[in-house]
């Protein structure tokens, strides 16, 4: 039975501690021992029908919203997870549409340069010049000694959740952008690098490094952290004037900070796939 | 006993009219459930005391989920919305943990 005294006494003698202990100690609700106290007070007669009316209502009310939470989260949740598998399998047949595109190009590729070898002469200058250009253009295979580039978000693990679900920002999930990889690429570019691919990706005159969602874009194909960027260069150049950038100092600062992981490393071979490049189609040479 | 068939009607009410929830009441289902729960088990706790009262039933339930609804619905308009949800929960939780714990003595006088 609840005592209609023991709180206040509890609070009185806790201050506010006592409100808690009152919550844990005297769950019930003090309304039914003071009507009833009231009652035996006054003596008064209980009013069948009208409580048995006014128990059904309440029961029947308390009846059609527990249903109704009932159904809502289960109508809900099913077709939030239909939708969201629909997406994904989306997702997934047309990554495989654009794998087995890409595949298509590099055997049409490899026909083209077949095609090519035999008409053209054997080691002539106009050979050495495609494929200089090609090299250029990053629609080559190639390989030399280099650089890799490791740059990786460091995940972090004092990030408080915001409040509410869906508010959470870009910036607070990952410390890196598409800035961060275009900055090192362009560095690396400006050191004289003749070939760089950002995790396999080869990077030709018309790549976009870009950034949507919370995954950078190298010309629409989504990578993530760490981010490994190989460059072809002659080593010396390439490796003291990037080891000596604006960019290094920056992310070697980044990195002490702990915020990300930073390192680069002179590498004696390596192999950077061939690229593709979206053919030309208004520019025309004006000579 | 009438309360149970009334809860079952309700029950079957709900299944057959099959009401929507308009979008703007969603964040406040959770709440109102916990709201009607403890309601439910504060009325069988005084039943089993011989003191249940109509009145008392109805008037604890409504305002409960008025009041849990009002705290949520403040909350969300200054930013706490989700701790504040989260103390309605813990408060009403506690009190049906208490409440249930009263029924099992009464009714097992364990």
Wanted: aromatic share 6%; charged share 15%; proline share 5%.
């Amino acid at each position: 039975m609840t005592q209609p005294s023991a709180p206040s006494r509890a609070t009185a003698a806790f201050g506010a501690q006592g409100l808690l202990l009152d919550l844990i100690n005297n769950p019930a609700d003090p309304g039914y021992a003071a009507v009833a106290a009231r009652r035996m007070k006054r003596d008064e007669p209980r009013q069948q029908v009208k409580d048995k009316v006014l128990t059904a209502v309440g029961a029947a009310l308390i009846g059609v919203l527990l249903v109704v939470a009932y159904l809502h989260t289960h109508r809900i949740a099913p077709a939030t997870s239909r939708t969201h598998d629909a997406l994904v399998s989306k997702v997934r047949s047309a990554q495989q549409d654009a794998r087995a595109l890409q595949q298509q190009i590099e055997t049409l590729q490899s026909q083209i340069s077949d095609v090519r070898d035999r008409i053209l002469p054997r080691a002539g200058q106009l050979l050495n010049e495609l494929q200089l250009m090609r090299i250029e253009a990053g629609t080559l295979a190639v390989f030399g000694s280099g650089v890799l580039v490791t740059l990786g978000a460091q995940t972090k693990s004092g990030v408080t959740p915001a409040p509410r679900a869906g508010s959470t920002s870009i910036a607070t999930t990952s410390t890196l952008t598409d800035r961060d990889v275009r900055s090192v690429v362009n560095e690396l570019w400006h050191d004289g690098a003749e070939a760089i691919s950002v995790n396999d990706i080869r990077l030709t005159p018309t790549s976009a490094i870009r950034f949507a969602g919370q995954a950078v874009l190298v010309d629409f194909q989504p990578v993530t952290s760490p981010y490994r960027i190989r460059a072809i260069g002659d080593p010396d150049v390439l490796v003291t004037n990037f080891a000596s950038s604006a960019v290094v100092s920056r992310y070697h600062t980044l990195a002490g900070l702990g915020d990300v992981q930073f390192s680069f490393a002179e590498q004696p071979r390596v192999d950077i796939k061939a690229g593709t490049v979206a053919a030309v189609h208004y520019a025309q040479a004006a000579s | 006993m009438i309360a149970v068939i009334a809860m079952a009607l309700g029950v079957v009410a709900g299944v057959v009219l099959h009401p929507t929830v308009p979008p703007e009441l969603e964040p406040y289902l959770p709440i109102a459930v916990v709201a009607a729960m403890d309601a439910v088990f504060g009325g069988l706790r005084a039943r089993l005391e011989h003191i249940f009262d109509a009145k008392v039933f109805v008037v604890s339930f409504v305002s409960n989920v008025f009041v849990a609804a009002m705290i949520v619905f403040f909350g969300d308009q200054l930013g706490v919305g989700g701790a504040l949800s989260t103390a309605v929960v813990v408060v009403l939780g506690i009190r049906i943990f208490g409440n249930a714990a009263a029924i099992r003595r009464q009714v097992f006088h364990a």
